[in-house]
């Protein structure tokens, strides 16, 4: 039986803060398509192409005809733990500190046996599902689930350290003046954190959903300009000890290319607010979280990038704006390397166009700020890494894995 | 009986068995360590560096060198030379490959060594590096180390054949008994089952006493003919059998045997006898449940009949099945890659009468067994040897 989650007491502002740590990182090259898998959230192993076996762990060569084609393929998650241990002496300094530590051996109906994690509902004897997650190192590990949902199942200690969960956390949403910014403060608040701050720029200025924004259980408006650095660091200073996830959904979406605009002004603005302010988010807030992320059940522990999904591929018919979103993926890329060492995810969510007025021309299929929301919501509790939100961004994601350049001209043909 | 047909080892001997006494902790290298065993096997057998064409070294902790490096570092010119990484079982493997060598006549002379250092972080380095598969598959699931590793198979043999934790006691308590004569042996305090089933857990079903304690040292001896040995006047044992065997079952979703199963009909068939023929038995002992499968594997019993083969057998020095008589790893010491020339240095005093400790009355004939290896989730090695008295 899991024990529900304890709210986190207030902090003791004179106790020394547990500095983050993480487990032994390092992967083959190989191995790396678990990373793949569990950043998707997909339970995924390599099946040799020439034989079908199933193999673990990832390696270069099938062990049963020696072929080198061993893609990684969603496999059946089901199996049954044969056995199972708890650690209970470790000389690696992130065990060490969360020691007792259940791990066992689970007989996957698709073949391999595989060391893992066990949630605490799950004991030797029982049915499991699998599945791949990111732990704090950013790499993958195999966790084992129950079949069926437990009471406070996502509560269990060893599976919170795998993923992002906003239950108890504070979280920053930049901007609450969009459609998108209320729907996650509603989002979140629904999804338990502690509290909901929604940054707002020029609050006197009145929007659509401002009494509803504030009726939001939890939520606390504060002020906050992305492209203004001193309101951002100010923020920073007061509140920055105390957010846990930060939502960027601040943002700027204008229809267009390059070549027949007239002027940079659009581009100017969309940099200042998309890339520029992502910058001063990371600077301002980067450093605090980084070190807060081993600091206790409110610890530190996501920044999510809600992006257009073609940051990977331009629309051309949106293209100043897909360059922008790209130079923003990119960005957050080094902001996960940077905020690895904490154990804090940068969660990329990918979307195609939303629901929203600059959006306004566009036929469905179009994707809701609720639906947004809840998947930014579930992407931060299932512990994944890049989402893809809609059937645009589906659909983009599988035909970019197919072949880039087809894409790159299919887009550019509308 | 199966039939061998493998080349019996006629002429060849194992001889000159070195230990350099472990220490916990050491502030000097594996290079020391095995240079320290070179030493002691040149000024027992009164030989000089030049006499040695051939060198065989087990080693986890010479860093960035290999047998190759320790050439010059030793100032050796041998015309035979290898590297065995295969932890406990390294030394089976070192003495089949020099064996053969010297029987084809490649090599006159071999230096056998294990050694390894242990500085206060060696064991967490050793750990860290050991294996891919460890550190893609094992390590990051509680770093238990193989602690961990163990306990899933011990586990799982207690589950699947009724073994019960006092049964695995059994074996380190004689063990203990064992060690206490033994001047080498790290740990020799009074150990009883009770002191066993109360230890603090480790990793369930592994307690502490079930653990090796990780230290530095070296193991050594020569491999060369018998009429070699006769003119260094040294005592020396025979080759009558030997077998190795890696990756074996592969099929079993966790490790209840290892490779001996597969080969035993042949080591015995090549030695012309049977279980019954042995005077003493030395089993890589990481864990007690891994002894428990040798004694299995290797045809003592049936599988599955450990636990009841232990609680019908004394297996102190001076009982009925004398077992790992100088104490095993679990009460020596395991200096790393020496752990797995322990059993087989033990044997080769055990038969030549010369044992540091209690001393088996009449051993004629012995077997040694290794394992080792845990690259992902069991023991990859094994190999087995039986050995008599040249005498």
């Known amino acids: ?414 | 009986m199966t039939l061998s047909r493998r080349q019996p080892y006629d002429g060849v001997v194992a001889c000159l068995p070195v230990t350099i006494p472990y220490r916990r902790y050491s502030t000097n290298s594996a290079h020391w360590w095995i240079g320290r065993a070179l030493r002691q096997l040149l000024q027992q057998a009164k030989l000089r560096s030049s006499d040695i064409d051939g060198l065989s070294v087990s080693s986890f902790t010479v860093g960035a060198d290999t047998a190759i490096g320790l050439t010059q570092h030793f100032g050796l010119s041998p015309r035979w030379l290898d590297h065995v990484p295969f932890g406990g079982a390294s030394g089976i493997v070192a003495l089949r490959r020099a064996a053969r060598a010297v029987q084809a006549g490649d090599v006159d002379i071999v230096a056998c060594v294990a050694a390894d250092t242990n500085h206060v972080d060696s064991f967490r380095h050793t750990l860290a590096n050991f294996s891919r598969f460890a550190q893609d598959a094992a390590t990051p699931y509680g770093s238990g180390g193989p602690n961990a590793s163990f306990a899933l198979i011990t586990r799982n043999y207690m589950n699947k054949y009724g073994a019960t934790r006092a049964d695995f006691g059994r074996i380190c308590v004689a063990q203990r008994d064992n060690a206490r004569s033994n001047p080498h042996a790290l740990l020799t305090g009074a150990l009883t089952l009770d002191d066993y089933l109360a230890a603090r857990p480790i990793a369930d079903p592994i307690h502490l006493f079930d653990c090796v304690m990780p230290c530095a040292g070296a193991e050594a001896f020569l491999v060369c003919r018998e009429d070699t040995a006769r003119s260094l006047g040294a005592e020396a044992v025979r080759l009558l059998a030997t077998i190795e065997r890696h990756n074996a079952y592969a099929d079993d979703p966790i490790q209840v045997r290892g490779g001996w199963a597969v080969d035993a009909d042949e080591l015995w068939a090549m030695a012309g006898l049977r279980p019954d023929d042995v005077d003493v038995v030395e089993t890589y002992d990481d864990y007690p449940v891994i002894s428990m499968m040798q004694f299995e594997d290797l045809g003592f019993c049936g599988k599955g009949e450990g636990a009841a083969f232990v609680r019908a057998h004394d297996l102190t020095a001076g009982g009925d099945f004398p077992h790992n008589t100088s104490g095993g790893q679990l009460s020596a010491g395991q200096a790393g890659a020496a752990g797995g020339y322990l059993g087989l240095v033990e044997a080769i005093r055990q038969l030549t009468g010369t044992a540091l400790g209690a001393q088996v009355n009449g051993a004629q004939i012995g077997l040694v067994s290794g394992f080792g290896m845990i690259n992902y989730d069991r023991g990859l090695a094994s190999g087995a040897a039986i050995l008599a008295s040249a005498a």
Request: hydrophobic share 40%; net charge neutral.
């Open chain 1, 1 to 414: 039986m899991t024990e529900p989650l304890p709210r986190p007491p207030r902090k003791n502002p004179l106790s020394r803060t547990r500095q983050p740590l993480l487990p032994q990182g390092l992967r083959s090259r190989a191995a790396h398509g678990l990373t793949a898998a569990a950043a998707e959230g997909r339970f995924a192993l390599q099946v040799c192409a020439e034989c079908d076996t199933v193999i673990y762990p990832p390696r270069d060569a099938c062990p049963s005809c020696l072929s080198p084609r061993l893609p990684f393929r969603d496999v059946d998650p089901c199996g049954l733990v044969v056995v199972e241990t708890t650690v209970r002496v470790s000389a690696d300094p992130y065990f060490r500190e969360r020691l007792p530590w259940r791990t066992g051996s689970v007989k996957l109906d698709a073949g391999p046996v595989l060391v893992a994690h066990l949630h605490g509902d799950v004991a030797e004897g029982d049915r499991v599902r699998m599945s791949v997650q990111l732990d704090k190192s950013g790499a993958a590990v195999v966790f084992a689930m129950p079949i069926a949902e437990t009471p406070n199942l996502m509560d269990d200690p060893q599976l919170r350290e795998m993923n992002c969960d906003p239950k108890f956390r504070r979280v920053l949403i930049t901007d609450g003046r969009s459609a998108v910014g209320q729907a996650m403060a509603k989002a979140f608040s629904e999804a338990g954190a502690a509290i909901i701050f929604v940054g707002l720029a020029d609050e006197w200025k009145p929007f659509p959903g401002a009494a509803r924004l504030r009726a939001i259980d939890r939520v606390e408006i504060v002020p906050l300009d992305v492209t203004d650095s001193e309101s951002v660091n100010e923020l920073a200073e007061q509140n920055g000890g105390r957010i846990d996830i930060i939502v960027n959904t601040a943002e700027y979406t204008r229809a267009g290319g390059i070549l027949d605009r007239r002027g940079l002004s659009i581009a100017r603005q969309d940099i200042e607010v998309r890339y520029f302010g992502l910058l001063r988010l990371a600077q301002a807030f980067g450093p605090a979280m980084r070190s807060r992320g081993a600091d206790g059940v409110n610890s530190a522990t996501a920044f999510v990038n809600l992006l257009s999904v073609h940051a990977l591929m331009n629309w051309p018919a949106y293209g100043a704006h897909s360059a922008t979103e790209a130079a923003c993926l990119s960005a957050g890329q080094t902001l996960r390397a940077e905020l690895r060492p904490g154990g804090v995810k940068v969660v990329n969510v990918f979307s195609g166009p939303l629901d929203t007025e600059w959006f306004q021309a566009l036929p469905p299929p179009k994707v809701s700020p609720a639906a947004l929301a809840k998947a930014t919501v579930m992407a931060l509790v299932d512990g994944r890494e890049d989402v893809f939100v809609g059937d645009v961004a589906e659909d983009v994601r599988q035909r970019l894995a197919v072949n880039p350049k087809a894409l790159e001209r299919e887009l550019g043909q509308d």
